[in-house]
């Protein structure tokens, strides 16, 4: 017989304490006092526990990662959104705007998600969110100011390690496994603060950071100030990832203990259904249902895989950008050993100098080539490792390189937004291809410059190719 609804409540509370109780008993007593000494500076014990639910204001700054020594090569984009999140329930409202594209609304609930987007005529739609949104509130929840120190100082592996120095500053640094994530907290020795915590975390389900696979983790607070409950917590968040900026959130309003109803968080059974059914997995592992061959030589893939297609050359094919994981790559392996059993893929191009290609090392693991801008090499370089390195080839300067029975023409390029690009010329295609020259309206002189040396060599030029169209007319311009 089941127990009344308060009697299971009491279960829990005891099964927690006796949890929590085992945990601080075997916790490093120096770790436990640093932890205390910033809750106590954060407004104490009782005021940060008392934070149930918490809505801010916030501007997000994406920064990527990326590994050029150029500030902001990455094109920052920006987004305005309000973040609701209730901690008891697990549940996160993060309406977006992005600027200067339009809004919409992320619920996760736990362990689900969805996305509502408002169509044209005003009407609501709601779409299954990926895992990595899931990923995503786990990390914010478990390292947001008001709540990280309690789970660190709960984790039965709460440790105390050496000092480190941060801008000539003592900090005491604690170890602990928050949510499973191994994490390490910085606080400094002078007045108690938290200043950041370094986590480790396996990103590959996110498309944008599937690359990277396993990456350490910062957040970084800064900007304290005091709220309501009289509580002190950092408007200003910075998150590196993999080393490197990857976005700057800046609070603009904070509130806590606001109304979060429950259908704030509300998701439609068949969104559930869907996510259940179809969204567990990475980002880029999307069907291959829509992949075609079109005009004999060239093959177009499904959004997401993070390849613009592949292109058949001498009877093989060669994957134009290398998608954005090995798994990706050994989908569209498999898919082409049972479309064109006789046409193998054979080379990988790399030709996009921003941050992706992380299917590089399928090719360089399976000992098959790689061509690379000379631009995307300190991105490869943590893509593929040191010891896989030897195994790609960067092109400085213009080269034919052989594919099956026929050659393709590879040359440096650069442009105002792309240095060090690759572009590719097949003269039996009478076809080029260029991630950020080709087409791209600032890269327009570097372009037709490259066109014309070719066509000075007697090299007909008729169609081009880039991330967004794979092939398409050479405009009047360029001819």
């Known amino acids: 017989m ?49 934070i149930q639910t918490i809505r801010m204001d916030q501007i997000t700054q994406w920064q990527g990662t990326h590994f050029s020594e150029h500030p902001y090569a990455d094109r920052p984009s920006f987004e305005r959104t309000v973040d609701l999140r209730d ?20 619920i996760v609930r736990d362990t689900v ?22 990923d995503d509130r786990r990390e914010l ?13 709960e984790a039965a592996d709460l440790t105390l390690l050496s000092d480190s120095l941060i ?4 900090h005491a640094r604690v170890r602990a496994t928050v949510d499973r994530f191994p994490a390490t907290w910085f606080l400094r020795r ?38 309501q409950g009289g509580t002190l917590l950092p408007r200003q968040r910075d998150v590196r990832r993999v080393g490197r900026p990857y976005k700057r959130m800046t609070i603009l309003s904070l509130a806590v203990n606001v109304p979060a109803p429950a ?13 259940l059914a179809t969204q567990q997995r990475p980002m880029w592992d999307t069907p291959l249902d829509s992949a075609r061959i079109v005009e004999r030589d060239f093959a177009t893939f499904p959004p997401f895989t993070g ?40 080379a990988g191009l790399v030709s996009n100098i921003g941050p992706s290609n992380g299917g590089a090392k399928w090719f360089t693991t399976n000992r098959k080539p790689v061509y690379a801008a000379v631009g995307a090499m300190p991105n490869l370089r943590r893509i593929v490792g040191a010891a896989q390195l030897a195994r790609l080839t960067a092109v400085p300067d213009a080269r034919w390189v052989r594919v099956g029975t026929d050659s393709l023409w590879l040359e440096r390029l650069d442009s105002p937004d792309g240095h060090g690009v690759l572009a590719v010329y097949s003269p039996t295609l009478r076809w080029v291809y260029g991630a950020r020259v080709v087409g791209a309206p600032a890269a327009r002189m570097d372009f037709e410059g490259f066109v014309a040396r070719l066509r000075a060599r007697g090299l007909a030029v008729e169609w081009m190719g880039n991330t967004r169209a794979l092939r398409t007319a050479v405009p009047p311009a360029a001819k």
């Open 141 to 153: 929840f478990a390292f947001a100011p008001e709540r990280t120190l309690f789970l660190a100082r």
């Open 190 to 227: 002078t007045d108690g603060m938290l200043s950041m915590v370094r986590f480790m975390a396996d990103e590959t389900n996110d498309f944008g950071l599937a690359p990277w696979g396993p990456m350490e983790v910062e957040f970084w607070y800064s900007g304290w100030a005091p709220v």
């Open 263 to 275: 259908d704030s968080f509300a998701l439609a059974d068949s969104t559930v259904a869907q996510y």
């Open 307 to 346: 390849s613009a297609g592949a292109v058949r050359i001498g009877g093989q094919w060669v994957l134009l950008e290398t998608a954005q994981r090995d798994g990706a790559v050994q989908r569209l392996v498999d898919w082409f050993a049972r479309t064109t059993p006789e046409s193998p893929v054979a």
């Open 2 to 50: 089941p127990l009344p609804s308060f009697c299971r409540t009491l279960v829990v509370l005891g099964s927690l304490a006796v949890w929590t109780s085992g945990a601080a008993a075997q916790a490093d007593p120096k770790a436990v006092a640093v932890l205390d000494r910033a809750i106590t500076r954060m407004g104490g014990e009782t005021a940060l526990r008392a």
């Open 167 to 170: 801008d000539g500053v003592a």
């Open 87 to 106: 901690y008891a329930s697990r549940s996160w409202r993060n309406t977006r705007n992005f600027l200067p594209q339009g809004m919409a609304v992320d």
């Open 113 to 134: 998600g969805g996305r509502t987007l408002a169509g044209q005529n005003g009407a609501l739609t709601q779409v299954p969110l990926n895992i990595a949104y899931v």
